[in-house]
């Protein structure tokens, strides 16, 4: 299945992309997708752990499954105030 991932601030920055497209077995979840992005940019990794995951605009946990056709967000941590 096809999953786009949007990549935002000092991850667009990192990669030089706003967005990717990466194909996931079906039953893929959004640690999946988050591994196979990482898996494409390495530089990426060290930050991994810290990303709020969002599945078609909402915030979703890692173990959440995919379908063919979603958009993931790797939405950066946010400082409150």
């Given at each position: 299945?096809?999953?786009?991932?949007?990549?935002?601030?000092?991850?667009?920055?990192?990669?030089?992309?706003?967005?990717?497209?990466?194909?996931?077995?079906?039953?893929?979840?959004?640690?999946?997708?988050?591994?196979?992005?990482?898996?494409?940019?390495?530089?990426?990794?060290?930050?991994?752990?810290?990303?709020?995951l969002?599945?078609?605009?909402?915030?979703?946990?890692?173990?959440?499954?995919?379908?063919?056709?979603?958009?993931?967000?790797?939405?950066?941590?946010?400082?409150?105030?």
């Amino acid at each position: 299945m096809n999953i786009k991932v949007r990549l935002f601030a000092a991850q667009r920055e990192a990669t030089g992309q706003s967005s990717c497209d990466i194909e996931l077995p079906a039953g893929a979840r959004a640690a999946d997708a988050l591994e196979a992005v990482c898996a494409r940019f390495p530089q990426l990794r060290p930050s991994a752990a810290r990303v709020v995951l969002a599945v078609n605009q909402s915030q979703t946990s890692a173990d959440a499954l995919l379908a063919d056709g979603d958009e993931l967000a790797l939405l950066p941590p946010m400082a409150g105030g």
